[in-house]
């Protein structure tokens, strides 16, 4: 294993490490090696990992504060802090990603092609145990990849989504979505074939999860805690509708937040799905809540509708449990549904205040 120590970088949180960590990792592309951060702060521009090649360091770092291995960015001018457009099996592990809010839209992590396949082959790059924060950006800007994984990561506190994706065959699983000014992730383009799973998607202002004209996503077993719109947002984009999703086993609790919340029809909801072809929404669970610790007006306590629903083309929405889980509707039908829709057996109680 190379270490950035002996390419010159020092972690003293003032000197620019950029060129001494490239070096590095351009070392380790000759050998398809990994490079070591030790414990510091390393002050960097744009570092662009080669193919096969891993960065990686301790993971000591919290919600509000870290220690070991610190990346820290220090140009405003710079399209994103650690850059894996090129990096076809590079790992990125262990590291904490500091943006400090620097210049317009800098993304913390960002793979940008220019098409599919460019490359000859699958992106399959990882990202696990990393805190990627405070960038003016995405945390992580995703163009045109597929085939990739995102785990045990803390992704929060970006001037854009916690993740922002298109492209397929992916895996997010087990990470901390938080903090965010759009959705936790966002997928406005063609994406598909995405296995989001075991995540806490929280306190973000727009959505938690925003698809739009997507298909085969698996949505299964998460915490949606007080975004600023709908926990899970499913949408028409372009006259494309989403389609194939499965949505099962998840907790809402007091999405739609009244102070972030959009002016949209139904933005105050825990879930909801218009123009989805091919969908189960099932064994999910709801609650209306306000803020920590629960206090402050009785204005704040949300969302105003539970399941809002329409357009669909074979769906079922069946045994969700909404206790105390709307203030003002259970279910809202917006109408247009075809055929084959089942809406049945969701039962719940409004929240009284």
């Known amino acids: 294993m190379l270490n950035i120590l002996d390419y010159g970088a020092v972690g003293d949180g003032a000197t620019d490490c950029t060129r001494a ?5 351009d070392a380790a592309a000759v050998r ?102 405070s960038f003016s950006g995405h945390g992580a800007f995703l163009n045109r990849v597929w085939c990739y994984s995102i785990r045990h990561c803390m992704i ?66 998460n915490f949606f805690d007080r975004q600023g719109g709908p926990g899970i947002d499913l949408k028409i984009r372009a006259g494309t509708p989403t389609s194939q999703v499965t949505a099962n086993n998840n907790v809402f609790y007091r999405n739609g937040k009244p102070e972030r919340c959009g002016t949209g029809p139904y933005d105050s909801s825990q879930i909801r799905c218009t123009d989805v072809h091919g969908l189960v929404l099932t064994g999910n669970l709801c609650e209306v809540g306000r803020d920590d610790p629960n206090a402050g007006p009785s204005e704040n306590f949300s969302p105003d509708y539970g399941i809002v629903y329409g357009g669909l083309e074979a769906a079922i929405i069946k045994d969700n449990v909404l206790l105390k889980g709307f203030k003002k509707e259970m279910l809202i039908d917006l109408g247009n549904n075809g055929d084959q829709v089942i809406v049945k057996d969701n039962i719940g109680t409004p929240y009284q205040i």
Not at 21 to 25: E, S
Not at 43 to 50: F, I
Not at 167 to 174: E, K
Not at 178 to 188: E, F, K, Q, S, V
Request: proline content about 3%.
């Open 32 to 133: 398809r090696a990994t490079v070591f951060v030790p414990d510091g702060v390393y002050l960097t521009s744009t570092l662009r990992l080669p193919p096969y090649t891993g960065l990686t360091g301790n993971p000591l770092w919290g919600f509000r504060a870290v220690g070991g291995s610190v990346l820290k960015l220090n140009d405003p001018h710079a399209p994103c802090l650690i850059d894996l457009t090129n990096g076809q099996g590079a790992t990125l592990n262990g590291l904490s990603l500091d943006g400090g809010e620097l210049g317009k839209n800098v993304h913390g992590v960002m793979v940008n092609n220019a098409e599919y396949g460019g490359h000859g082959e699958e992106n399959t790059f990882r990202i696990e145990r990393c805190r990627i924060d």
């Open 21 to 25: 960590i490239q070096r590095a990792l």
């Open 156 to 221: 929060s506190h970006s001037g854009g989504d916690g993740i922002h994706l298109q492209g397929w065959d992916a895996f997010i699983l087990d990470n901390w979505l938080t903090g965010n000014a759009g959705a936790g992730l966002a997928a406005r383009e063609k994406s598909a074939s995405v296995t989001f799973t075991a995540n806490r998607v929280e306190w973000n202002f727009g959505a938690g999860i925003e698809v739009c004209g997507g298909d085969h996503f698996i949505i299964n077993g």
